[in-house]
T-cell receptor, first 116, second 112 residues
């Protein structure tokens, strides 16, 4: 149980375009979704926390107008990278937790974004 | 002081040996601690979580928590080459709700 499906796994886009990444909790209701970014050989950096039906809370230094997060239902959260630039190339990973969830936090499989 | 500190490694152990991974933290009020394994190019997968002082065992893995000394460790018995990965220590901070703060990870290499 506790599976989080993340799509796409890899995406290459042109500079200036937007990319949407989806995360779905398949067998539980994810009241909270976390979005992380990981650069090569670095640890996970939390970008934002989204609660179902509420606006996302962004970490310091993360541009909320550039990284749009939507958590419209208990099973789906999306991250849209708008006007992507090469420096946005990274590994983006979502993670989900549910109220009373005692198993820790389940991660999606990640999305490798390359902006050319 | 960093919120979560781990030696980056690499830590090399021979196959069959015990691998000991350590993590120290600065927030004395931290309550929940997690160990994740991350293979290169993949997302982290949860190995264990621990909330109380002492040891918690799950198969070949044992997590140890000492809140007084502010460290948490992970022991891997009978290490296998497939255990070669980066191990991430994560915890919740006081007032941080349920979001996790990660260490930079320790790279483990299990050699034949």
């Amino acid at each position: 149980g506790a599976v989080v499906s993340q799509h796409p796994s890899r995406v290459i886009c042109k500079s200036g375009t937007s990319v949407k990444i989806e995360c779905r909790s398949l067998d539980f209701q994810a009241t909270t979704m976390f979005w992380y970014r990981q650069f090569p050989k670095q640890s996970l950096m939390l970008m934002a926390t989204s609660n179902e039906g509420s606006k996302a809370t962004y970490e310091q230094g993360v541009e909320k107008d550039k990284f749009l997060i939507n958590h419209a239902s208990l099973t789906l959260s999306t991250l849209t990278v708008t006007s992507a630039h090469p420096e946005d190339s990274s590994f983006y990973i979502c993670s989900a937790s549910a109220r009373g969830f005692s198993y820790g936090y389940t991660f999606g499989s990640g999305t490798r974004l390359t902006v050319v | 002081q960093k919120e979560v500190e781990q030696n980056s490694g690499p830590l090399s152990v021979p196959e069959g040996a015990i691998a000991s991974l350590n993590c120290t933290y600065s927030d004395r009020g931290s309550q929940s601690f997690f160990w994740y394994r991350q293979y290169s190019g993949k997302s982290p997968e949860l190995i264990m979580f621990i909330y109380s002082n002492g040891d918690k065992e799950d198969g070949r893995f044992t997590a140890q928590l000492n809140k007084a000394s502010q460290y948490v460790s992970l022991l891997i018995r009978d290490s296998q080459p497939s255990d070669s990965a980066t191990y991430l220590c994560a915890l919740t901070l006081t007032g941080g709700g349920n979001k996790l703060t990660f260490g930079t990870g320790t790279q483990l290499k299990v050699e034949l």
